[in-house]
């Protein structure tokens, strides 16, 4: 299914973060916080000002981004579960 976020909306797919520790302990997925770390999926096409121009995302497909703890809401797609965040909820782009 193909899906595109309205206005200043993100869609994230989590990047899952490594299983065990420095030291080589495995860690249970009971313990594990959900990664802050995601990778764009797709974006909106951007807010309109008050003169009606469209503000351009500073986001695209494929960027690897950091955001909140708390950031967006989780959906199910195609039985993948992402996330739909607007884009002040991004913290920053990883290069």
Same mark, same amino acid.
């Given at each position: 299914?193909?899906?595109?976020?309205?206005?200043? &909306?993100?869609?994230?797919? &989590?990047? +899952?973060?490594? +299983?065990?520790?420095? =030291?080589?302990?495995?860690?249970?997925?009971?313990?594990?916080?959900?990664?802050?770390?995601?990778?764009?999926?797709?974006?909106?096409? =951007?807010?309109?000002?008050?003169?009606?121009? &469209?503000?351009?995302?500073?986001?695209?497909?494929?960027?690897?981004?950091?955001?909140?703890?708390?950031? =967006?809401?989780?959906?199910?797609?195609?039985?993948? +579960?992402?996330?739909?965040?607007?884009?002040?909820?991004?913290?920053?782009?990883?290069?």
């Amino acid at each position: 299914m193909l899906f595109t976020p309205l206005h200043d &909306r993100v869609l994230v797919r &989590r990047i +899952e973060s490594d +299983e065990k520790t420095s =030291g080589g302990l495995i860690i249970p997925d009971t313990a594990k916080e959900k990664p802050q770390e995601g990778e764009v999926v797709s974006v909106g096409a =951007g807010i309109k000002d008050e003169a009606g121009a &469209r503000i351009a995302m500073d986001v695209k497909a494929g960027d690897k981004i950091l955001f909140g703890k708390w950031s =967006g809401s989780e959906i199910k797609i195609d039985g993948e +579960e992402l996330m739909i965040m607007k884009e002040s909820d991004i913290l920053g782009i990883m290069v």
